[in-house]
Antibody, heavy 120, light 108 residues
Framework: QVQLVESGGGVVQPGTSLRLSCAAS????????MHWVRQAPGKGLEWVAI????????YYADSVKGRFTISRDNSKNTLYLQMNSLRAEDTAVYYC?????????????WGQGTLVTVSS | EIVLTQSPGTLSLSPGERATLSCRAS???????LAWYQQKPGQAPRLLIF???SRATGIPDRFSGSGSWTEFTLTITRLEPEDFAVYYC?????????FGQGTNLEIK
């Protein structure tokens, strides 16, 4: 069955960096678009970034553009989110999600999330 | 970016009743590129509807979606206890793929 397991969250100071990982299994990872979505404590969902199946195409939310980088290693079935210049408002649970086959903008499987807390 | 506004913010109903949730877009969402998700406390969201009206795999037929362009609706007929949750709409027509702020469906 499809599994997505995020890791790498934690407590960091403002201005520092963090890299999140998402290990995928149970499907042909290299064939699917992948996303990152975040949710601040007690708030709604915010779409963060998308990467095409081969990593050639990437798009970001304005709130993270220039600071976050989405990438993937298809040989390792792993999705990444490099987060630089972190701010307090980046505090959230970060979910990785799979883009549905042929409907890449639809998120059909989600991981359980990893919490990132940015605080001094 | 396309802003999605969901209403009401909170909907209080009883099991067995019908729920109607609204999602309004700030500009037209072409090809009905709109999805609905359900999220329960402490859990990841779950895909319910995509393409405005197509149910995702395993979703009961009491969930239905409708609408086009700027007005979309999620309807849940005959509410079950497990349906009480927060519901989000999402557009995937134009990046950034924005979400609505959510509707909290609570037990009356």
């Amino acid at each position: 069955q499809v599994q997505l397991v995020e890791s790498g969250g934690g407590v960091v100071q403002p201005g520092t960096s963090l890299r999140l990982s998402c290990a995928a299994s149970g499907f042909a990872f290299s064939s699917y678009t992948m996303h990152w979505v975040r949710q601040a404590p007690g708030k709604g969902l915010e779409w963060v970034a998308i990467i095409s199946y081969d990593g050639s195409s990437k798009y970001y939310a304005d709130s993270v553009k220039g600071r976050f980088t989405i990438s993937r290693d298809n040989s390792k079935n792993t999705l990444y989110l490099q987060m630089n210049s972190l701010r307090a408002e980046d505090t959230a649970v970060y979910y990785c999600a799979r883009g549905k086959w042929l409907v890449r903008g639809v998120l059909d499987y989600w991981g359980q999330g990893t919490l990132v807390t940015v605080s001094s | 970016e396309i802003v999605l506004t969901q209403s009401p913010g909170t909907l209080s109903l009883s099991p067995g009743e019908r729920a109607t949730l609204s999602c309004r877009a700030s500009q037209s969402v072409s090809s009905s590129y709109l999805a609905w998700y359900q999220q329960k406390p402490g859990q990841a969201p779950r895909l319910l509807i995509f393409g405005a009206s197509s149910r995702a795999t395993g979703i009961p037929d009491r969930f239905s979606g409708s609408g086009s362009w700027t007005e979309f609706t999620l309807t849940i007929t005959r509410l079950e206890p497990e349906d009480f949750a927060v519901y989000y709409c999402q557009q995937y027509d134009i990046s950034p793929f924005t979400f609505g702020q959510g509707t909290n469906l609570e037990i009356k």
